[in-house]
């Protein structure tokens, strides 16, 4: 090669590695560029590449580029990395050191061949490489990074930058036919092929209207360096490997960028969303460079997978090359998971631009069910259809049998709906999002119908049996029919195409179109796919005459929060950045608005689940007959509270009832000072015990007010948290925390400040669910009890059986309240609390004035708490939570002994917490790990949320139903976020 003229792959097509040395690199790095020091070889699939480390510790790459790149080349690509670092400090990139004599490149021969060699800067951090997952923020830094590169490189230009390479995908196509036969595997080549062929057939239409600049060529994700962030995800801040820097489309830097992004663990074409926005942000794109990014990552893939196995056919050695051919592929099949024109929408629809035009459906000229009779009935089996109550969704013939009965009630056909997201389609215990989104629609009918031809055209046949009427402009494809016709015969409109008749039940007719010719579609799509695949799925409810379209707006997310923001305060935080929106619940599960269900590892108030149908029966009836104040005289409310009474130890004898665990909580302190005659209360720290004046003033914990200890009133007085784990007491020594708190309540007696009350959680709640040291409380209420106050037992979480082996948090510490304050699970939801206490100390209020709260004991809140308890009891749930409880520690325990991020389990029954730290000697805590990881688990279809005062905590407090099954699920989940990445 001429050493001014620029490579041309199609002239030299084998790029095999340069061979060199350690040492003879090691050599060449002392000797041109004056640095010596240890050296090891990197990976590389065309050039030869070398960790360096000079004497004061400064380390570089040395680079030894393959023999058909010319000096032009290799000065272009410095000069761009120059002109970035002089404009985009955001961006770190490896400028070109200067050898001994000047210049950046060197002139070396090795064994005869002629090489050439430069001194980089080598860029602190790490790649992305492997296949760990990669967060939506991560995804949008590496989508952002490259913008960023590519707005610098805008304006510059270099003669060595005019090359022909391999990895522009203006020559994918000619790439792709010149190497696909090196591909190994039965009919990979031919796949590659045919992707690239359809590719290369719709970026042409765009060639002219696409940008051209110099782009880097190769932003991905072994090509950006990054360094951990708080939450131990990585911050792309650096960009590597200017080896194919070339004048070529702009918008290829972000196909390349994209493609990357494929292989990593969970990824799939929608995963790439949050690089095009977020590049998109950072340099605008045209309409046209839209509509060629998927594409152009077709392309880009199927360079790759070509071009692998072409460097392993001629270069075997080359472990580099080798070692990708597996994610290469996968990369490919990801590319073409989603039609071209699918994604095209997608992007469209993510960065608010049109949707592009599809092919126009041929006016229907013909019924094309012309002797159906009576009314269409429309079936709702959306997430909020009361059809589908009481679980009835996860009955696998609810579809069918909804529709049957509209059949029954007089209706001529039971149509569903185009477009509408599915709960029947949802998927309990899944990673995966279920494909809920109705892409065609199912026609029941009561009796065999005939089914005629709605236009002109050609028959062929489908997937499953179906049938397809082609016509110009889509696809009409018929399922459930027994045809008339046979493929490549012509059919008239209004011709008869065959008859709709069941085998076992109500005939039903699957009815779709498509502008896709050819090409396979599904009948239910992804939401995050939806906007694609309505964009060449039409809406076929138009051949049917009287079917509906769908008009809720239950699958409406966004607006609804902002609407929220403006209405609700926002003080009143909600979970998650971007929540999704939540209409049901099933047992221990929540589902949203597009079908996806949750299992709800945190929802303590629902203690029975959610949904139930016995508790929603008995409130109907109770609605139905009376609902008023505890002032009338009326039986739900006697029994609720003897029921009540019997279930605590004497002499907690007497009841009252409330709304909520704060005014639990208040009433206690209300009845102590009446009881004492003064104020002073004794809390622990880190603990919530509600929101009203009196509740606040006793709530220590920081993570729910940071300024929660520096603004008690002086009639608090605290006590330190007895926490085993990370407190100042551990082991054998944790007998300390109840001697010591003991003995402040002493000191304060002495000090003539007694207390009229000691209040804690009589299991650590707000840590995580840790239990207290054994004989804590009994130490503690005997000197409460010499000073003449009243012990006050918070079992607003951890009551009602929640943990297993105790109905009463209290039980576990051997001790017996003298008022206990309940709420939370007594109402499954419903605002319902108790207080119970001895007659005496009850009475003693009397000096107060008389007690009412208006919902506390209506009817409906007592018929609640008694239809409560009666089902805990028959459905046994406090033993379901001592067994199930102690399988899912069991299984959290073995995985904190191999992931070190989980340095405690703490808890028992269904009231356990996970708490996470950066190192187990330290135990520093791990708060913005566990933000992110509660997040990650969201995504894999998971509800759990941080805890305690360092929020490094997993609180985990699901239903008391919880199964065994969707314990293990909720582990090995976790256990494949903490393993994969978060």
Same mark, same amino acid.
């Given at each position: 090669m001429n050493a001014d003229s620029t490579s041309n792959f199609f002239d030299h097509p084998a790029l095999p590695a340069p061979r060199i040395s350690t040492e003879q690199a090691?050599?060449?790095?002392?000797?041109?560029?004056?640095?010596?020091?240890?050296?090891?070889?990197l990976g590389?699939?065309?050039?030869?590449?070398?960790?360096?480390?000079?004497?004061?510790?400064?380390?570089?790459?040395?680079?030894?580029?393959?023999?058909?790149?010319?000096?032009p080349e290799l000065l272009a690509q410095d000069a761009a990395v120059a002109h970035i670092a002089s404009g985009?400090?955001?961006?770190?990139?490896?400028?070109?050191?200067?050898?001994?004599?000047?210049?950046?490149?060197?002139?070396?021969?090795?064994?005869?061949?002629?090489?050439?060699?430069?001194?980089?800067?080598?860029?602190?951090?790490?790649?992305?490489?492997?296949?760990?997952?990669?967060?939506?923020d991560v995804v949008a830094a590496l989508g952002a990074t490259a913008g960023r590169i590519s707005l610098a490189l805008r304006d510059f230009s270099h003669p060595g930058a005019e090359r022909v390479l391999q990895w522009d995908v203006r020559h994918a196509l000619p790439v792709v036919e010149q190497l696909a036969e090196h591909v190994r595997g039965a009919g990979r080549a031919d796949?590659?092929?045919?992707?690239?062929?359809?590719?290369?057939?719709?970026?042409?239409?765009?060639?002219?209207?696409?940008?051209?600049?110099?782009?880097?060529?190769?932003i991905t994700d072994d090509n950006v360096v990054c360094r951990p962030g708080p939450d131990g995800r990585a911050r792309p801040e650096g960009v590597i490997d200017f080896g194919d820097l070339m004048r070529s489309w702009a918008v290829g830097d972000l196909a390349v960028t994209c493609s990357s992004l494929l292989h990593h663990y969970g990824a799939s074409p929608a995963s790439t969303v949050p690089a095009v926005r977020a590049f998109h942000r950072v340099r605008p794109l045209a309409e046209a460079e839209v509509d060629v990014v998927w594409p152009l990552v077709v392309l880009r893939a199927a360079v790759l997978v070509v071009s692998g196995h072409h460097s392993?056919?001629?270069?075997?050695?080359?472990?580099?090359?080798?070692?990708?051919?597996?994610?290469?592929?996968?990369?490919?099949?990801?590319?073409?998971?989603?039609?071209?024109?699918?994604?095209? =929408?997608?992007?469209?629809?993510?960065?608010?631009? *049109?949707?592009?035009?599809?092919?126009?459906?041929?006016?229907?000229?013909?019924?094309?069910?012309?002797?159906?009779?009576?009314?269409t009935a429309a079936l709702d089996l959306s997430v909020t259809s009361e059809q589908l109550d009481g679980g009835r969704w996860t009955d696998p013939d609810a579809e069918r049998a909804i529709a049957e009965a509209a059949l029954r009630d007089g209706a001529g056909a039971a149509v569903t709906r185009y477009g509408e997201r599915r709960l029947t389609r949802s998927r309990r215990d899944s990673v995966s999002v279920p494909p809920t989104v109705a892409l065609a629609v199912e026609v029941h009918l009561s009796g065999p119908t005939p089914v005629h031809a709605p236009w002109s055209g050609e028959i062929d046949a489908g997937r499953d049996g179906a049938l397809v009427v082609r016509s110009d402009g889509a696809e009409l494809l018929l399922g459930g029919l027994l045809p008339a016709v046979s493929a490549g015969e012509p059919v008239m409109a209004g011709q008869l195409l065959g008859e709709v008749a069941g085998a076992d039940g109500a005939p039903v007719l699957r009815v779709q179109l498509s502008t896709l010719?050819?090409?396979?579609? *599904?009948?239910?799509?992804? *939401?995050?796919?939806?906007?694609?695949?309505?964009?060449?799925?039409?809406?076929?409810?138009?051949?049917?005459?009287?079917?509906?379209?769908?008009?809720?707006?239950?699958?409406?997310?966004?607006?609804?929060?902002?609407?929220?923001?403006?209405?609700?305060?926002?003080?009143?935080?909600?979970?998650?950045?971007? *929540?999704?929106?939540?209409?049901?619940?099933?047992r221990h599960h929540l589902l949203d608005t597009d079908g996806r269900a949750y299992l709800d590892m945190i929802n303590n108030v629902a203690v029975l689940g959610h949904g139930h149908p016995r508790l929603a029966a008995a409130v109907a009836r109770q609605l139905h007959r009376l609902n008023t104040n505890s002032r009338f005289h009326y039986g739900a409310v006697v029994e609720l509270s003897e029921r009540l009474a019997a279930a605590l130890p004497a002499p907690l004898d007497t009841v009252f009832l409330v709304n909520s665990g704060t005014e639990a909580n208040d009433l206690a302190l209300r009845l102590a000072w009446a009881w004492a005659g003064r104020r002073e209360v004794v809390a622990v720290r880190e603990a919530y015990h509600g929101w009203s004046?009196?509740?606040?003033?006793?709530?220590?914990?920081?993570?729910?007010?940071?300024?929660?200890?520096?603004?008690?009133?002086?009639?608090?007085?605290?006590?330190?948290?007895?926490?085993?784990?990370?407190?100042?007491?551990?082991?054998?020594?944790?007998?300390?925390?109840?001697?010591?708190?003991?003995?402040?309540?002493?000191?304060?007696?002495?000090?003539?400040?007694?207390?009229?009350?000691?209040?804690?959680?009589?299991?650590?709640?707000?840590?995580?669910?840790?239990?207290?040291?054994?004989?804590?409380?009994?130490?503690?209420?005997?000197?409460?009890?010499?000073?003449?106050?009243?012990?006050?037992?918070?079992?607003?979480?951890?009551?009602?059986?929640?943990?297993?082996?105790?109905?009463?948090?209290?039980?576990?510490?051997?001790?017996?309240?003298?008022?206990?304050?309940?709420?939370?699970?007594?109402?499954?939801?419903?605002?319902?609390?108790?207080?119970?206490?001895?007659?005496?100390? =009850?009475?003693?209020?009397?000096?107060?004035?008389?007690?009412?709260?208006?919902?506390?004991?209506?009817?409906?809140?007592?018929?609640?708490?008694?239809?409560?308890?009666?089902?805990?009891?028959?459905?046994?749930?406090?033993?379901?939570?001592?067994?199930?409880?102690?399988?899912?520690?069991?299984?959290?325990?073995?995985?904190?002994?191999?992931?070190?991020?989980?340095?405690?389990?703490?808890?028992?029954?269904?009231?356990?917490?996970?708490?996470?730290?950066?190192?187990?000697?330290?135990?520093?805590?791990?708060?913005?790990?566990?933000?992110?990881?509660?997040?990650?688990?969201?995504?894999?279809?998971?509800?759990?949320?941080?805890?305690?005062?360092?929020?490094?905590?997993?609180?985990?407090?699901?239903?008391?139903?919880?199964?065994?099954?969707?314990?293990?699920?909720?582990?090995?989940?976790?256990?494949?976020?903490?393993?994969?990445?978060?």
């Open positions: 090691r050599d060449v790095a002392r000797d041109l560029f004056g640095v010596d020091g240890p050296i090891r070889s590389s699939q065309q050039d030869a590449n070398f960790l360096v480390s000079a004497e004061d510790g400064t380390r570089y790459v040395l680079k030894v580029s393959n023999p058909a790149f010319a000096r985009e400090t955001s961006v770190r990139v490896p400028q070109a050191r200067r050898g001994t004599d000047g210049h950046t490149v060197q002139r070396i021969v090795i064994d005869g061949q002629e090489l050439r060699v430069r001194l980089l800067d080598y860029l602190d951090g790490h790649p992305l490489t492997g296949g760990a997952y990669l967060s939506p796949q590659v092929r045919a992707a690239a062929r359809r590719a290369h057939r719709i970026v042409s239409g765009y060639a002219d209207r696409l940008p051209m600049q110099v782009i880097h060529g190769d392993a056919s001629i270069d075997a050695g080359n472990d580099y090359a080798v070692g990708n051919l597996d994610h290469e592929w996968t990369i490919f099949e990801q590319a073409v998971s989603v039609p071209m024109e699918v994604m095209t =929408a997608v992007l469209r629809r993510a960065l608010g631009l *049109p949707l592009p035009r599809a092919a126009a459906c041929p006016e229907p000229q013909s019924a094309l069910l012309p002797l159906v009779g009576g009314p010719r050819g090409l396979p579609v *599904p009948a239910f799509t992804t *939401p995050e796919l939806a906007a694609g695949w309505e964009a060449v799925c039409p809406d076929p409810t138009t051949l049917l005459g009287t079917a509906p379209a769908l008009t809720d707006d239950t699958g409406e997310v966004e607006g609804l929060l902002r609407r929220r923001s403006e209405a609700f305060a926002t003080v009143q935080e909600h979970y998650y950045r971007e *929540p999704p929106r939540i209409e049901r619940g099933w004046d009196a509740t606040d003033a006793i709530s220590t914990s920081v993570a729910d007010n940071p300024d929660a200890l520096g603004t008690r009133p002086g009639w608090v007085h605290t006590v330190p948290a007895p926490n085993s784990y990370r407190g100042a007491y551990r082991g054998a020594d944790t007998a300390r925390y109840g001697q010591e708190a003991a003995a402040s309540i002493r000191d304060l007696t002495a000090q003539g400040l007694p207390p009229a009350a000691f209040i804690a959680e009589p299991y650590y709640g707000n840590a995580g669910g840790m239990a207290l040291p054994d004989g804590y409380l009994a130490g503690v209420y005997e000197a409460v009890r010499e000073a003449g106050g009243l012990c006050v037992a918070d079992e607003v979480q951890v009551g009602f059986g929640r943990l297993g082996e105790y109905f009463w948090g209290f039980e576990q510490q051997g001790v017996v309240p003298d008022v206990v304050t309940v709420a939370k699970a007594m109402g499954n939801g419903h605002p319902l609390g108790a207080v119970i206490t001895r007659r005496d100390i =009850a009475e003693h209020y009397r000096s107060e004035g008389y007690f009412f709260s208006s919902a506390g004991g209506s009817p409906v809140s007592s018929v609640v708490g008694l239809t409560v308890m009666d089902i805990l009891r028959d459905e046994k749930l406090q033993e379901n939570a001592r067994t199930v409880g102690a399988h899912l520690r069991s299984r959290l325990l073995e995985l904190a002994d191999r992931h070190p991020l989980i340095g405690a389990v703490h808890g028992t029954g269904l009231y356990v917490g996970v708490e996470l730290v950066r190192d187990h000697q330290e135990r520093t805590p791990a708060p913005e790990e566990t933000a992110a990881i509660c997040e990650r688990m969201r995504e894999l279809g998971v509800i759990v949320q941080p805890t305690s005062d360092r929020m490094c905590v997993l609180k985990i407090k699901p239903p008391l139903c919880l199964t065994r099954e969707s314990a293990d699920f909720f582990v090995d989940t976790l256990d494949s976020v903490l393993r994969e990445g978060w």
